[in-house]
């Protein structure tokens, strides 16, 4: 059975940094693309950042130069690392492996993330 377990989620003052990971299982995860995306609350799910089974990468124009995505695949683990973080980027924060020539697509549970003083 397919997993994405994140981690790394939790509670930072503005300024601060935090590195998410979300670990794969069951998949061939180098041929994925993976993302993260996030959802607020009220708010629509939105693509945080992405990186290719090639390893190339993009961001959300909110996050660039803040945000850093990558990936490690003989731990079939990618990474977000957050800093600079600001309020507006408090949500719950979900992993995605995407490979459309396998039409498969899944989604981790999401971890959460606060950013408050």
């Known amino acids: 059975q397919v997993q994405l377990v994140e981690s790394g989620g939790g509670l930072v003052q503005p300024g601060g940094s935090l590195r998410l990971s979300c670990a794969a299982s069951?998949?061939?995860?180098?041929?994925?693309?993976m993302g993260w995306y996030r959802q607020a609350p009220g708010k629509e799910r939105e693509l945080v950042a992405k990186?290719?089974?090639?390893?190339?990468?993009n961001y959300a124009d909110s996050v660039k130069g803040r945000f850093t995505i990558t990936r490690d695949n003989p731990k079939n683990t990618v990474y977000l690392q957050m800093n600079s973080l600001k309020p507006e980027d408090a949500a719950v924060y979900y992993c995605?492996?995407?490979?459309?020539?396998?039409?498969?697509?899944?989604w981790g549970k999401g971890i959460l993330v606060t950013v408050s003083s």
């Open positions: 069951a998949i061939l995860f180098s041929f994925y693309d």
């Open positions: 995605n492996a995407n490979q459309w020539k396998l039409n498969s697509n899944y």
């Open positions: 990186i290719t089974s090639g390893g190339s990468t």
